[in-house]
């Protein structure tokens, strides 16, 4: 995982350059802020890993294990809401990408229908999942026995994973669509009213 964040940030590293410019808007300094909240949950996460590590750097570990898998599983939960709402607002350029590497070009009403309505069921889905999780608890660092049921699943916990990283990219991207349309209305309304008022 710490090698996969090293090479996307390497992979990113003009987009670390150009921090240093100008004013920006909301949008671009929330990104940002986001963007090192993320950057500091995974050192947290990986300097969490090491402290609980039955083998890797084992001298580390703290007398209170328990505590330290509580911050770590935590951190973990977070950092899975923080990623799927990055991703999120970046989905526009997501989809461009996407459509570019299927030779997509002309916009079809079914087919964007279809996509939306996979969008909504995996919504739907992971609020589901975020019950199943018990994620208010996990994301509010509560005490904990339920660490993992060797009897359930593992795809089934990705999935489950998956979904709420889906719930909170659709509520993201379309959050952020609202804003834009209120932005956009807002300014036609005072560019009539400058007009009206000569």
Known sequence: MFLLLVVHNVFHRRWFAGLSKGPRER???FNISLTFVLLAGMLALLGTSLVISETLLA???LDNDFTA???HAG???WLLVVAAIH???RWPLLMAVTRTLFGIV???AARTAVLRSIAIAIAGQGVCSVLALNLRSRLLFQMS???WNFEESVASFFGHCMAVMGLCMFLTYYTMRWL???ERMAAASNVAARGMGR
């Open 145 to 147: 026995l339920d660490w």
């Open 69 to 71: 898998r509580q911050i």
């Open 27 to 29: 949008r671009g300094k």
């Open 59 to 61: 001298g580390l570990r």
């Open 180 to 182: 834009q349309r209120r």
């Open 87 to 89: 991703l999120g607002l």
């Open 106 to 108: 002309e916009a079809n």
């Open 75 to 77: 951190i973990a939960y």
